[in-house]
């Protein structure tokens, strides 16, 4: 099924890549928050439902800034408004007075993908910064 190396809770959550699911790496102690590659898994709650754990543990207790990088190449709909249900998460820390920051990477030809990131950043309340980059 899905590489975790991790168990749940605050200690770090580090989830292999395959060819349908996101490296993800949640690391508190070294802020790290990071999804990258691409997302169409088959079991969408299979493969997000310990990242989800990971993140309600964290909100418990979170650091004075969190800094989400995704850095996605490409999502169907399921990971869409799984996505949109995890970033959504923050906004209970960011309206505590916490620094929350998303940073979403897309390539320079990949409208779509910044298009996604977009329509995130319309409907949540976190700030949102976008990097663009060219290989």
């Known amino acids: 099924m899905y590489n975790v190396k991790?168990?749940?809770?605050?200690?770090?959550?580090?989830?292999?890549?395959?060819?349908k699911t996101p490296y993800i790496k949640l690391d508190k102690e070294h802020s790290t928050f990071l999804f990258e590659g691409n997302s169409y898994p088959d079991d969408i709650h299979a493969c997000y439902a310990p990242v989800l754990h990971w993140v309600d543990r964290y909100l418990e207790?979170?650091?004075?800034?969190?800094?989400?990088?995704?850095n996605l190449v490409y999502i169907n709909s399921s990971?869409?408004?799984?996505?949109?249900?995890?970033?959504?998460?923050?906004e209970s820390i960011y309206s505590a007075e916490n620094e929350v920051l998303v940073r979403w990477h897309y390539h320079?030809?990949?409208?779509?993908?910044?298009?996604?990131?977009?329509?995130?950043?319309?409907?949540?309340?976190?700030?949102?910064?976008?990097?663009?980059y060219d290989d």
């Open 79 to 90: 990971s869409s408004q799984m996505l949109f249900l995890l970033i959504k998460k923050f």
């Open 61 to 70: 207790s979170p650091n004075a800034k969190t800094v989400l990088d995704f």
């Open 108 to 132: 320079i030809d990949d409208e779509d993908m910044y298009e996604e990131g977009l329509g995130y950043a319309e409907k949540i309340q976190v700030p949102f910064e976008f990097v663009q």
């Open 6 to 19: 991790s168990s749940y809770g605050l200690r770090p959550l580090e989830i292999n890549y395959t060819e």
